[in-house]
């Protein structure tokens, strides 16, 4: 009877403390599940990011909050304080201010290389090539009323595209005709809906359905601006979940996704696919 009592005594230990633990992990995933972390894309990347978190919250049941908007913009938030933890710039210049500003847990990394398009209106007039020549022959020839692009005061795919356009000795002439998108996903609405002739664009939003089916588009010409390569850095205060995703849009996965959208990738190194593993491991 006593051995009994004893080995009663031991299962209903097991028990509670079981159900403690059970309790524990609960909890810890309902709080996590019910703050999805806050990650600032750049506009550029909307449908791209759509996809890889949409792959990644089927894979690890965790949620984000995606905001979607100019880097520039989204680096000034953070440095007066905006509640990200994961920062997918549209290039290096603004995630390199916050790593200067003691803000980010390390200098990030280089997530993928983008690429601009000259797109134009269904039906448009305006010859479409890499090397602009359609755009000046308009412009020679005063047909041009308006062109957009993004504001390239705090958008990078804007500052390439005045880039490119200067490049070609076309901005002097060209300027009075822009019109800014505040960011790159606006300039792309503006290039296809027929609101202007045509804009210089990221060749992501140019390709995906909801703006080629408004227009057409061709890449442009690498050599007419510099590369645009995108870096992303996690915030000091970034929890598991944001880490984690900052992992996964590094994963060969993620990279697939972004090729379709017209992105390069950099290759995942060795020590990379380690802290990868380790990430996943988690």
Same mark, same amino acid.
């Given at each position: 009877? !006593?051995?009994?009592?004893? #080995? *009663?005594?031991?299962?209903?230990?097991?028990?509670?403390?079981?159900?403690?633990?059970? #309790?524990?992990?609960?909890?810890?995933?309902?709080?996590? %599940?019910?703050?999805?972390?806050?990650?600032?894309? +750049?506009?550029?990347?909307?449908?791209?990011?759509?996809?890889? %978190? @949409?792959?990644?919250?089927?894979?690890?049941?965790?949620?984000?909050?995606?905001? &979607?908007?100019?880097?520039?913009?989204?680096?000034?938030?953070?440095?007066?304080? %905006?509640?990200?933890?994961?920062?997918? *710039?549209?290039?290096?210049? &603004?995630?390199? @201010?916050?790593?200067?500003?003691?803000?980010?847990?390390?200098?990030?990394?280089?997530?993928?290389?983008?690429?601009?398009?000259?797109?134009?209106?269904?039906?448009?007039?305006?010859?479409?090539?890499?090397?602009?020549? !359609?755009?000046?022959?308009?412009?020679?020839?005063?047909?041009?009323?308006?062109?957009?692009?993004?504001?390239?005061?705090?958008?990078?795919?804007?500052?390439?595209?005045?880039?490119?356009?200067?490049? @070609?000795? #076309?901005?002097?002439?060209?300027?009075?005709?822009?019109?800014?998108?505040?960011?790159?996903?606006?300039? +792309?609405?503006?290039?296809?809906?027929?609101?202007?002739?045509?804009?210089?664009?990221?060749?992501? $939003?140019?390709? *995906?359905?909801?703006?080629?089916?408004? !227009?057409? &588009?061709?890449?442009?010409?690498?050599?007419? &601006?510099?590369?645009?390569?995108?870096?992303?850095?996690?915030?000091?205060?970034? *929890?598991?979940? +944001?880490?984690?995703?900052?992992?996964?849009?590094?994963?060969?996965? %993620?990279?697939?996704? $972004?090729?379709?959208?017209?992105?390069?990738?950099?290759?995942?190194?060795?020590?990379?696919?380690?802290? #990868?593993?380790?990430?996943?491991?988690?």
């Amino acid at each position: 009877m !006593g051995c009994f009592q004893a #080995l *009663s005594s031991k299962i209903n230990i097991l028990q509670v403390t079981f159900l403690v633990c059970f #309790l524990s992990v609960f909890t810890t995933f309902t709080v996590v %599940a019910a703050n999805p972390p806050n990650i600032a894309v +750049a506009a550029s990347m909307k449908f791209a990011i759509d996809d890889i %978190a @949409k792959q990644f919250t089927q894979q690890t049941g965790f949620r984000l909050r995606l905001s &979607y908007g100019s880097s520039g913009n989204f680096a000034s938030q953070i440095q007066h304080g %905006a509640p990200f933890e994961l920062l997918l *710039s549209a290039d290096e210049i &603004y995630p390199n @201010k916050l790593i200067e500003a003691g803000l980010t847990q390390d200098a990030g990394e280089v997530y993928a290389i983008g690429r601009l398009a000259l797109a134009v209106p269904k039906h448009s007039q305006m010859h479409l090539d890499g090397q602009l020549n !359609g755009l000046k022959q308009l412009i020679d020839g005063h047909k041009l009323q308006r062109f957009a692009i993004a504001n390239p005061e705090h958008a990078p795919y804007g500052e390439r595209a005045k880039q490119a356009l200067q490049t @070609k000795g #076309l901005w002097q002439d060209i300027e009075k005709n822009i019109i800014l998108g505040e960011n790159a996903s606006q300039a +792309a609405q503006f290039a296809v809906s027929g609101s202007t002739q045509g804009g210089i664009v990221p060749l992501s $939003l140019a390709m *995906s359905d909801n703006f080629s089916r408004m !227009g057409n &588009y061709v890449v442009i010409a690498d050599e007419l &601006y510099d590369p645009i390569n995108q870096r992303m850095v996690l915030v000091n205060n970034a *929890s598991s979940v +944001a880490q984690q995703f900052y992992a996964f849009i590094l994963s060969a996965p %993620a990279h697939h996704i $972004l090729r379709q959208y017209g992105f390069d990738v950099p290759p995942i190194t060795a020590s990379k696919s380690n802290e #990868l593993t380790t990430m996943e491991g988690r």
